[in-house]
């Protein structure tokens, strides 16, 4: 398998690493927070495959759901026709969303859920009547899927350069990242002056705005970059005066990451629209999910009319395979109280990094949930990235080193990410924390 992946497979991003195809590992299996190679080599799974797998590999509850789905139907068309679980699974998705989400809106991916929404936004203004409100506001460094609309809706340089001009024009809010502030604060004293730029770009251009679009609690692909608190409770307040929508991305955050269901009810924010995926199937099977709220779903009623038709609808929607995963993802939620366990691994979590800032190389450690950021830098006041010696970046370099020893990790930059499954106990967490602290001490002394 290993000569056909290198012989036929286009890798996302992985033309960036070659550290990682030249010591490529082809997994074979996978047995509760674990992965297993083709070699019979275990690894602890410290990125829950990509920010997905919340409750491990070949958890019981939901391979028989999968199973039992099977023996009645694998998929059919959600176009003209509906199936049992995703019927199900809206009731349910609406029962533990934040209030007002009363529509569910099927997709298979993180960026097709974010398209969705920023579609959804632009099309509701102009069956408002309000034919200028184009504008979408975003954060610097978001990210929020590859599509062109959900590329739009980014802040990533590197991704939007190659595509202008086919997305849509957005205006960048500053992040609130006080490691790195973009406005040069001291976040000790600047009352959230990033928040009072978003306020003064609303204030200015409501008009023009459809929506604000927004990670909650943390920009994630960004680097981990943990909002201060109240920053996500202050846009809500400020969208609702301007009248403009407010979509909230729950593709990473979503399904207990953060230690609650959501990353909004640490805020007790209610968006108008919000997507989630990744974590929706406990990392089971591609499933993507845009909830909205029953006045924007009105605005679309009427179906005779070519323009109130919401033009959107894929292949696989509403797949009632994904779905039965999904459900089966909720329910060992409720039985085996995920969510009530999740204060003891987060609390060993923050024991075990407490150390890393006292590491030389280390200036910041960010932890929202069982989200987690370690910075490297040269040193601790230019806060420069760390290069040490030879080509690979030192983020690279420390998961390589923790891959060598049996924890898998990604690199960000040179901030190391570490998004372990729900399912990973206290001494887990602990266990996979040493590693990495070992593989940065290995590298930068
Ligand atoms: N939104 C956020 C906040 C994400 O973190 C990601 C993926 N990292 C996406 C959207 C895109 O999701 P997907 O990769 O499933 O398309």
Not at 10 to 38: R, S
Not at 216 to 224: C, D, E, H, S
Not at 381 to 397: C, F, N, Q, V, W
Request: glycine residues 8%; charged residues 20%; aromatic residues 8%.
């Amino acid at each position: 398998a290993e000569q056909k992946d290198k012989d036929y497979i286009w890798h996302p991003f992985t033309q960036m690493q070659d550290w990682v195809k030249e010591e490529q590992l082809v997994i074979a299996a996978g047995e509760g927070i674990k992965l297993i190679d083709t070699q019979g080599r275990e690894y602890f799974d410290g990125v829950s495959s990509l920010w997905l797998n919340v409750h491990g590999h070949r958890k019981q509850a939901i391979d028989q759901a999968i199973i039992g789905q099977l023996d009645k139907i694998a998929h059919s068309t959600m176009l003209g026709l509906a199936n049992v679980p995703s019927a199900e699974l809206a009731e349910q998705l609406v029962a533990i969303a934040p209030a007002g989400l009363a529509r569910v809106f099927y997709s298979d991916s993180g960026s097709t859920a974010v398209e969705i929404a920023v579609k959804m936004a632009y099309q509701y203004w102009q069956l408002k009547g309000r034919k200028q409100k184009k504008q979408f506001v975003t954060l610097t460094n978001a990210y929020h899927g590859d599509t062109i609309g959900s590329v739009s809706v980014g802040g990533i340089d590197l991704f939007h350069r190659i595509f202008q001009p086919l997305l849509f024009q957005t205006i960048h809010a500053p992040s609130p990242s006080c490691y790195h502030c973009t406005l040069g604060d001291n976040p000790q004293q600047c009352g959230m002056a990033c928040a009072q730029r978003l306020h003064d770009i609303l204030a200015e251009r409501h008009d023009e705005i459809a929506a604000v679009v927004v990670e909650p609690l943390v920009q994630g692909a960004a680097g981990i970059l943990t909002q201060p608190e109240g920053f996500l409770r202050r846009l809500r307040q400020w969208t609702k005066e301007y009248d403009v929508l407010l979509i909230v991305d729950e593709v990473a955050t979503g399904f207990g990451r953060t230690g609650k269901m959501f990353a909004c009810e640490h805020e007790g924010v209610n968006p108008d629209i919000m997507t989630m995926a990744k974590g929706i199937t406990a990392g089971y099977l591609p499933l993507a999910a845009t909830l909205t709220t029953a006045e924007i779903y009105n605005a679309f009623l009427g179906g005779q009319q070519e323009q109130k038709t919401f033009f959107h609808g894929h292949s696989y929607t509403g797949n009632p395979l994904a779905c039965a995963a999904a459900l089966a993802n909720l329910r060992v939620f409720r039985e085996e109280k995920v969510l009530a366990s999740l204060p003891a691994k987060i609390a060993a979590a923050r024991a075990s990094l407490a150390p890393f800032r006292e590491m030389l190389h280390v200036g910041d450690v960010r932890q929202c949930g069982l989200i987690m950021g370690i910075e490297l830098v040269e040193d601790k006041i230019s806060k420069t990235p760390y290069r040490g010696e030879g080509a690979l970046t030192m983020g690279d370099r420390v998961c390589r080193q923790a891959r060598r020893a049996g924890l898998i990790i990604r690199p960000l930059g040179d901030v190391i990410v570490f998004m372990p499954p729900l399912a990973s106990t206290p001494d887990q967490i602990k266990e996979m924390l040493a590693i990495i602290q070992r593989s940065v001490a290995s590298v930068t002394d």
